[in-house]
């Protein structure tokens, strides 16, 4: 048997990790984004590389730190700006904070242009000007930026951590909003071009001074917490989502800023509907932008792609005809058409959209997943990231000229790709109803009738989502290193199969999602090389929602595990960090009863792995603790004469809904590796697999 990076827990954590990339302006240039482990492994820390957009020279490796770079952007020179807490050798930098950094084109060192003691997050450049504008917090009470930094400092030198709030939300996802809130910070006064950098170099005594900042965004409170941007290639004007408050929560408007005098207005606002992600045209006349209308208890919510002028004026729906939930990513350089990603039937594709007839064209025929789309000058090439099952994201360009659908070229990447375990198929089933029901299969080395190999079905998260993309944190071919076969279904409410889909399993959780899911697994257990006694199930966030009403209405499965799941929806609805989006789709009543699992919590008699994060605030850890008290306290599996429980409570105090850190999610793989060998392999105690000595 060939052994891969999957086979061995220390090795796959260690593996490098490419997670973003970035296209100057002009075409020239890219660098991806490397992660990799710090010396402990204790935490992943990120590097910058520079990749040949020709496909020709290998990769070069342009940053080095133990704090890691990110949020690489390209300045119109083709100068790479990123943010690094770093150590720096210029006065005034504070310590231990992130800071705007710049690398020339033309080689030479990086240096820090700008600093602020609540740190930089991120950047973004005009393409064809000098104009840079950071984003960074300030807090509520300050008077002006300097009044910021005294702040700042006197509540890190008092240790206080206390925050007032005065609206909702409170918290995202694994993070704290506030006391300190996001602003858009221009930054002014910087000699940023490679000749300053020059200059200096054949001057040492001249230090490059600090840029300084100003305040474009001043009074904005949560306006811009998840919000994006979108800068005109002049730099003259930044259209971005703003957060506009209602009772119990928030909605999304677009808003345009005039980078010179900081004066903003709201361009679009629809009452019924969250506006946002806008991406400006090259020429500045116009702008794409994501209308996501609200659903309720009975209809599902849409995702439609808008254009408007660049005031806001005439908008217009973009491709009406297409049952598709698409994002704007880039214009061609004439500024009349779009490219667009969308999940489309197990995959992501990029398409072009011609504005002057709606026209949709399909750019790529890859089985996979595009992201950080760039656009060539001439508008013959996009360079992205591209990912599937069968590789984690790789740097790629495509051709924008052919007449048909091509695949994507790939770049000399620092990072190659792993060896895989098994194979891939596509596998379809039909539903109760009728309707197909599209899967992917990893299957391990050697799956054959005469050695048919267990099955997990592994229910994807969302549950607005697709199995379609790379993922590190949910990768079943570490599974498939150990000779399960892995079922990635992508059932009702999944995207990239058209609105019917979703509004099948709408506010339905426990209907149709669930007998798609059964009927998937009917068909999968008929085939000869999956050993039909010996099934198991899994999923996370609504995935564990999905395998606790699984674990509720059928025994079928030898166990299951339940990552960050919901468990009580009354409960849970309340208490999730946008609970207003949740009182708008689900109301609550009978409704949300019906669909609760954790009313037949007396019907389970399946073993349950429940796996928490403590700082998980999208599903907050009350979930995970009321179903491992229920589940011991009254399902259908006592405990035994010795009080132990045939179900497991993994978990993790200080991870999130995701469980990130290498030597945790090493544990994660670990701890379901065992149980799944005790329950579906039937692996006697002294002969399972070894836990990490690390969990003590």
């Keep these: 048997m060939t052994t891969t990076p999957f086979h061995d827990l220390d090795v796959y954590v260690k593996y490098p990790r490419i997670v973003a990339m970035a296209t100057s302006p002009d075409g020239t240039r890219s660098v991806v984004t490397v992660q990799t482990p710090d010396p402990k492994t204790s935490k992943y820390v990120t590097a910058l590389w520079e990749i040949d957009l ?40 504070a310590e231990e904070t992130p800071v705007l950094w710049l690398l020339p084109k033309d080689g030479g060192e990086a240096r820090v242009i700008a600093s602020r003691a609540n740190g930089i997050a991120g950047v973004v450049a005009a393409a064809q000007a000098d104009t840079i504008i950071a984003v960074s917090a300030v807090l509520p009470h300050a008077k002006d930026l300097d009044d910021d930094e005294r702040l700042a400092k006197l509540r890190k030198d008092a240790a206080v951590g206390a925050i007032l709030h005065t609206g909702y939300p409170i918290r995202f996802w694994d993070h704290d909003l506030g006391p300190a809130l996001p602003h858009y910070l221009k930054v002014e006064n910087v000699s940023c071009c490679s000749c300053s950098q020059e200059a200096a170099e054949k001057q040492p005594s001249i230090e490059a001074e600090l840029a300084k900042f100003c305040d474009l965004t001043p009074n904005s409170g949560a306006a811009l917490v998840e919000q994006s941007a979108s800068l005109t290639r002049d730099g003259k004007t930044l259209l971005t989502g703003w957060n506009k408050p209602v009772r119990g929560g928030r909605r999304s408007v677009l808003l345009s800023l005039d980078v010179a005098s900081a004066a903003r207005r709201v361009i679009l606002d629809e009452p019924g509907a969250d506006l946002g992600h806008p991406v400006v045209s090259p020429d500045g006349k116009r702008f794409a932008y994501v209308r996501e209308t609200y659903g309720d208890e009975q209809v599902a919510a849409d995702n439609q792609l808008w254009v408007a002028d660049i005031d806001g004026s005439n908008p217009r729906r973009v491709a009406p005809q297409w049952d598709r939930w698409s994002t704007p990513v880039a214009w061609n350089p004439e500024s009349s058409a779009l490219y667009v990603l969308a999940d489309d039937r197990g995959a992501c594709p990029l398409f072009r959209i011609d504005l002057s007839n709606d026209a949709l064209t399909r750019i790529t025929s890859d089985a996979a997943a595009f992201s950080n789309v760039a656009i060539s000058a001439d508008g013959n090439w996009a360079y992205a990231l591209r990912s599937s099952y069968l590789t984690p994201a790789q740097p790629v360009r495509i051709s924008l000229t052919a007449d048909t659908p091509v695949e994507a070229e790939p770049l000399r990447s620092p990072v190659p790709n792993p060896p895989l375990p098994g194979r891939l198929e596509v596998f379809e089933a039909q539903a109760a109803d009728g309707e197909t029901i599209r899967s992917l299969i990893c299957l391990p080395e050697g799956a054959s009738a005469s050695n048919p190999a267990p099955p997990v079905l592994w229910i994807h998260g969302g549950p607005l989502s697709s199995w379609n993309a790379w993922s590190w944190r949910w990768c079943p071919w570490l599974l498939v290193a150990a000779g399960y076969a892995i079922i990635l279904p992508d059932p009702a409410l999944s995207t990239g199969y058209g609105h019917d889909l979703i509004q099948r399993g709408w506010s339905d959780w426990g209907g149709k999602p669930y007998t798609d899911l059964m009927s998937v697994t009917d068909a999968v257990l008929a085939r000869d090389d999956i050993d039909e006694t010996r099934p198991a199930a899994m999923g996370g966030s609504f995935g564990g929602y999905m395998a606790n009403w699984v674990a509720g209405h059928t025994d079928r499965f030898k166990c299951i595990v339940t990552h960050a799941s919901l468990w009580a929806l009354d409960q849970f609805g309340p208490t999730t960090d946008l609970a207003s989006y949740w009182e708008r789709e689900w109301p609550g009543g009978e409704h949300t009863d019906a669909n609760s699992p954790h009313k037949s919590v007396a019907n389970i008699t399946t073993p349950m792995l429940v796996v928490h994060g403590d700082k998980d605030y999208r599903v907050p850890i009350g979930e995970g603790l009321r179903l491992w008290y229920e589940l011991n306290a009254h399902s259908g599996l006592p405990a035994d004469a010795d009080g132990k429980s045939a179900h497991e409570f993994l978990y993790f105090p200080n991870e999130n809904h995701w469980v990130l850190t290498p030597q945790h999610a090493k544990v994660w793989y670990a701890v379901v590796l065992r149980f799944l060998a005790r329950h579906v392999l039937a692996t006697a105690e002294n002969e399972l697999p070894a836990l990490p000595e690390e969990l003590g």
Aim: aromatic share 4%; proline share 8%.
């Design 54 to 93: 020709a496909g020709k020279a290998p990769a070069k490796r342009l940053t080095r730190s133990a704090k890691g770079e990110s949020a690489a952007v390209f300045t119109s020179a083709a100068d790479l700006l990123f943010v690094s807490a770093r150590p720096s050798v210029e006065p005034g930098v």
